[in-house]
């Protein structure tokens, strides 16, 4: 098994950064691709990026495209989300989330991100 621990959030004036960690543990090596979502309040859970844990390829939310960046760190296996530029509207509870072999599909309980205007 897996287990994700997610940190980082916190409370940003419109404009600034925040970076989110996920901690990684158990069976990593089953994981095939790490991805972030984040769901706003009376909305949709939303993902908004990958990082594919063979060759690191990385894609994007075009709601977040050009100022997030997904990055990791092998020998600490986390992941983490670069969040620059924010926005009331990036406020939401941010979830790690790992996929992999034998239909794998593991979540962390989140982290709250509060952007104000």
């Known amino acids: 098994q897996v287990q994700l621990v997610e940190s980082g959030g916190g409370l940003v004036q419109a404009g600034g950064s925040l970076r989110l960690s996920c901690a990684a543990s158990?069976?990593?090596?089953?994981?095939?691709?790490m991805n972030w979502y984040r769901q706003a309040p009376g909305k949709q859970r939303e993902w908004i990026s990958v990082?594919?844990?063979?060759?690191?390829?990385?894609a994007y939310a075009d709601s977040v495209k050009d100022r997030f960046t997904i990055s990791r760190d092998n020998a600490k296996n986390t992941v983490y989300l670069q969040m620059n530029s924010l926005k009331p509207e990036d406020t939401a509870v941010y979830y790690c989330?790992?996929?992999?072999?034998?239909?794998?599909?593991?979540w962390g309980k989140g982290t709250l991100v509060t952007v104000s205007s």
């Open positions: 158990g069976s990593i090596n089953s994981i095939n691709s």
């Open positions: 989330n790992a996929k992999g072999a034998r239909n794998m599909d593991v």
């Open positions: 990082i594919i844990t063979a060759g690191s390829n990385t």
